[in-house]
């Protein structure tokens, strides 16, 4: 266990619809970062949160958003949701607002097919 | 030019082998170097990291940065099945707001 809980697991949904993945960071890590990870394009930096502020921002869809509570954990939520969205959503967390020279730590990932 | 080149493979070699495994980045200005190791279905999770250029051993892993050519490689002696996995490299540059990934190489280690 990495200490980054990622829930659900899994989302089968149709297209069109709206989905929310949560996240909560490892205890005493206040940045989570989301990312994307799809067989042909590896693993896609989507925005990143540091201590309920928005930090920095990648290829992140408008038809996405996300939020960082006062708690720490975080949630994307993805709408309008297209097949070419089917992916494997990742959280990471680190203590300070940029990664170190260890990287991040990840959670195990909520595999979403959209249908 | 991608920041991070990472051949997807995937790689299948027979137990014991060495292993081989390469990036190029474009980023001269890159500091720390990491290699992640992805099972499937799990997330990924830090193997090692280097710091400039220079070989850094660990166990069966050896990874090696040759800043000069811009030229990442981790190797894995005496390979077993359970190394069997998705390997990804992180170059990263201090003060970096995020980790840019390579693609990942699949290895699969047959019995």
């Known amino acids: 266990d990495s200490g980054v809980t990622q829930t659900p697991k899994h989302l089968i949904t149709a297209t069109g619809q709206r989905v929310t993945l949560r996240c909560s960071p490892r205890s005493g890590d206040l940045s989570v970062y989301w990312y994307q990870q799809s067989l042909d394009q590896g693993l896609q930096f989507l925005i990143q949160?540091?201590?309920?502020?928005?930090?920095a921002k990648g290829n992140i869809l408008e038809r996405f958003s996300a939020q960082q509570f006062p708690d720490l954990h975080s949630e994307l939520n993805l709408s309008s949701l297209e097949l070419g969205d089917s992916a494997l959503y990742f959280c990471?967390?680190?203590?300070?607002?940029?990664?170190?020279?260890?990287?991040?730590?990840f959670g195990s990932g909520t595999r979403l097919t959209v249908v | 030019q991608k920041e991070v080149e990472q051949d997807p493979g995937p790689l299948s070699v027979p137990e014991g082998a060495i292993v081989s495994l390469n990036c190029t980045y474009s980023?001269?200005?890159?500091?720390?170097f990491m290699w992640y190791r992805q099972y499937s279905r799990k997330g990924p999770e830090l193997l090692m990291y280097?710091?400039?250029?220079g070989n850094k051993e660990d166990g069966r892993f050896t990874a090696q940065v040759d800043k000069s050519s811009k030229y990442i490689s981790l190797f894995i002696r005496d390979s077993q099945p359970s190394d069997s996995a998705t390997y990804l490299c992180a170059p990263h540059l201090r003060g970096a707001q995020k980790l840019v990934f390579g693609q990942g190489t699949r290895l699969t280690i047959n019995p």
């Open positions: 280097t710091y400039s250029s």
């Open positions: 980023n001269s200005a890159f500091q720390y």
């Open positions: 949160y540091y201590n309920g502020e928005e930090r």
């Open positions: 990471a967390s680190s203590v300070g607002g940029t990664p170190t020279h260890y990287g991040y730590t």
